[in-house]
């Protein structure tokens, strides 16, 4: 099985720019987890919005690279059967002529 959520979007500290420590901005989060359904094992996207949500949150990460990494702990963590996960953090708010954005692709 594959879930997936995207356009995840939320309001965080998130980066290394003055300005970025002090105000929130617009993050928006893709995820696509694949994972072995066996004996009801199932994943709550509802849970994982909200979780990845409360996580950047209380992070304020200074840094896409970190939070992408700790995001993928956290996930781990919580769901065990995931074999391949992909994850993508946008800041499409931070630049006036593109959206800036780091993701990373995991096989377990």
């Given at each position: 099985?594959?879930i997936?959520?995207?356009?995840?979007?939320?309001?965080?500290?998130?980066?290394?720019?003055?300005?970025?420590?002090?105000?929130t901005?617009?993050?928006?989060?893709?995820?696509?987890?694949?994972?072995?359904?066996?004996?009801?094992?199932?994943?709550?996207?509802?849970?994982?919005?909200?979780?990845?949500?409360?996580?950047?949150?209380?992070?304020?990460?200074k840094?896409?690279?970190?939070?992408?990494?700790?995001?993928?702990?956290?996930?781990?963590?919580?769901?065990?059967?995931?074999?391949?996960?992909?994850?993508?953090?946008?800041?499409?708010?931070?630049?006036?002529?593109?959206?800036?954005?780091?993701?990373?692709?995991?096989h377990?």
């Open positions: 099985m594959t997936h959520i995207e356009q995840l979007t939320f309001e965080a500290i998130i980066g290394l720019l003055d300005f970025e420590r002090e105000h901005q617009r993050v928006i989060i893709d995820l696509e987890a694949v994972y072995n359904y066996e004996n009801g094992a199932f994943i709550d996207y509802a849970d994982l919005a909200e979780m990845i949500t409360i996580r950047v949150q209380e992070g304020r990460y840094l896409l690279e970190d939070a992408l990494l700790d995001l993928e702990t956290l996930i781990l963590s919580s769901y065990s059967h995931i074999t391949a996960l992909t994850l993508k953090i946008k800041k499409p708010d931070i630049l006036p002529n593109c959206q800036v954005a780091l993701s990373q692709h995991w377990y």
